[in-house]
């Protein structure tokens, strides 16, 4: 089904049930995996995606068509995740930092993490990172999602991602290196 | 310039050798010399995992959150006419609880007039000791006035009579 056409099916009251499942079908797997990526835990980006899907059934007849669905679906489960990771973070009174690099400490003993010792360490040294330039790393060098897509989503100048994605991977290796 | 002539049988026999599979471990130690000095050139998964059926459970509860129940269908115990049954029932029963009730408040003032009668009677009968006369004769619809035809009594006789018969409570008596 052409993405224009599940938006109509989206919008339409009679259509909105089945065209709602075709969209799960469609994004939730990759939905997920970004969301993870940003809060590493599996119970918690269980809860970050099905706010985020319960926010898009919400908030679809909003969405005008002035950029592609997936990146409308990428920016809410982007923005959801961050908002999760702040008041989880709030309510632990700690930072944002500290809440994530507690979350990668963690990934050890995580019945849902099967990585390596390098894989380890390359979560640590995400975790970092700042928010957006990890956000840049996972998007460029897990995803391989397009400069050109990620501005639409990050909302950020092609430069200013490619520059922000060629510091993190600057870090990253100095950390591997190092540690 | 003549031009060099790509004669690579005229390489080998040049007379210089190299070890033993010096060309499979010449890869390697390139790899290991660029790749192993920055991990990043070779591509890493994450290494996140999700339990057994997880996407499709998610899947379900997402379904279930955002997609309204389906109503069942409310079907009364009762037809329609017999919901005015039941308000004309309880009508009836309110009828007659207030009937009850107006019965119950007209009784009362009998009862009240039945006790008042004895304590008269009582009280007649107490003051009234030396008087032989059933007073309750006076107050019934038929009287026996025969014996009183056959007397005569002044206004003096009578009143000296009841005089001597009567207390002054009951001639004081207002």
């Known amino acids: 089904m052409q993405e224009s056409a599940l938006v109509i099916q989206l919008q339409g009251k009679e259509t909105q049930n089945s065209a709602f499942e075709v ?9 997920y995996w970004h969301i993870r990526k940003i809060v590493i835990d599996h119970d918690d980006a269980d809860d970050v995606l099905q706010n985020t899907f319960i926010k898009v059934f919400r908030y679809i007849n909003d969405f005008k068509g002035d950029c592609k669905l997936y990146t409308w679906l990428y920016r809410i489960a982007t923005n959801e995740a961050l908002s999760f990771l702040k008041s989880k973070a709030k309510r632990n009174k700690v930072s944002m930092e500290d809440l994530q690099q507690h979350a990668v400490e963690q990934l050890v ?24 330039q990890q956000l840049v790393f996972n998007m460029r060098y897990f995803d391989e999602i397009k400069y050109a897509e990620m501005s639409e989503i990050l909302e950020t100048s092609e430069g200013a991602l490619k520059a922000s994605y060629h510091h993190a991977v600057k870090k990253i290796e100095a950390f591997l290196k190092s540690n | 310039m003549k031009p060099i002539k790509k004669n690579f049988d005229a390489i080998k026999t040049s007379g210089f050798v190299v070890p033993k599979g010096y060309f499979e471990e010449f890869s390697q130690k390139i790899k290991d010399k660029t790749i192993g000095s920055n991990p990043l050139t070779e591509k890493y998964e ?24 389906k109503q069942s269908k409310i079907r009364f115990l009762f037809n329609e006419y017999a919901r005015y049954a039941a308000v004309a029932a309880v009508l009836v029963f309110v009828s007659f609880y207030l009937i009850n009730q107006q019965q119950s408040h007209s009784q009362q003032p009998q009862e009240t007039i039945a006790l008042q009668w004895t304590d008269v009677q009582t009280y007649l009968d107490n003051t009234m000791s030396t008087y032989n006369m059933d007073v309750n004769n006076l107050f019934t619809g038929e009287m026996d006035l025969s014996a009183f035809s056959e007397v005569n009594l002044s ?6 009579y009841l005089t001597d018969h009567l207390s002054n409570s009951l001639l004081t008596e207002e």
């Not at chain 1, 969209?23 to 939905?31: D, M, N, T």
């Not at chain 2, 994450?46 to 129940?69: C, D, E, N």
């Not at chain 2, 206004?155 to 000296?160: I, K, T, Y």
């Open chain 1, 23 to 31: 969209l799960l079908e469609l994004y939730q797997q990759r939905l």
């Open chain 1, 109 to 132: 003993s995580d019945p849902y993490f099967e990585g390596d010792e390098i894989q380890i360490k390359l979560q640590k040294a995400i975790a970092t990172l700042p928010n957006k």
């Open chain 2, 46 to 69: 994450t290494g996140f995992s999700v339990p057994q059926g997880y996407f499709k459970k998610s899947k379900a509860t997402i379904l279930a959150s955002v997609q309204p129940k």
């Open chain 2, 155 to 160: 206004d003096a006789d009578l009143e000296d």
